[in-house]
């Protein structure tokens, strides 16, 4: 069984920086992909950024190309998320999530989830 709790979130000025970390308990193989999604008020749960836990490759979501970039730390059993340039449209609650195998940009196919961590940018 995994736990996963995220930490890091704030409220941030428009063009400001967060880095959001996901602390993962459990065994993490090396099979796993480690995501983030995120879910804004009144709107669905979307997809943000997965990366492999054994070699490292990155996923993302268009909408945050260029200013978002997720990175591990297996040693630590950590995720992180570093948010650049943040906007308005960014404001959600943001979640880590595990699965096996290889990554899917569906949240439904994650199988292990944290609590979640709010971020709010103002304009």
């Known amino acids: 069984q995994v736990q996963l709790v995220e930490s890091g979130g704030g409220l941030v000025q428009a063009g400001g920086s967060l880095r959001l970390s996901c602390t993962a308990s459990?065994?993490?193989?090396?099979?796993?992909?480690m995501g983030w999604f995120r879910q804004a008020p009144g709107k669905e749960r979307e997809f943000v950024a997965a990366i492999s836990w054994s070699v490292g490759n990155t996923y993302y979501t268009d909408s945050v190309k260029g200013r978002f970039a997720i990175s591990k730390d297996n040693a630590k059993n950590m995720v992180y998320l570093q948010m650049n340039s943040l906007n308005p449209e960014d404001t959600a609650d943001y979640y880590c999530a595990a699965r096996i195998g290889v990554a899917r940009y569906s949240g439904t196919d994650y199988s292990f989830w944290g609590r979640g961590t709010q971020v709010t940018v103002s304009s």
């Open positions: 459990g065994r993490i193989g090396s099979n796993y992909v």
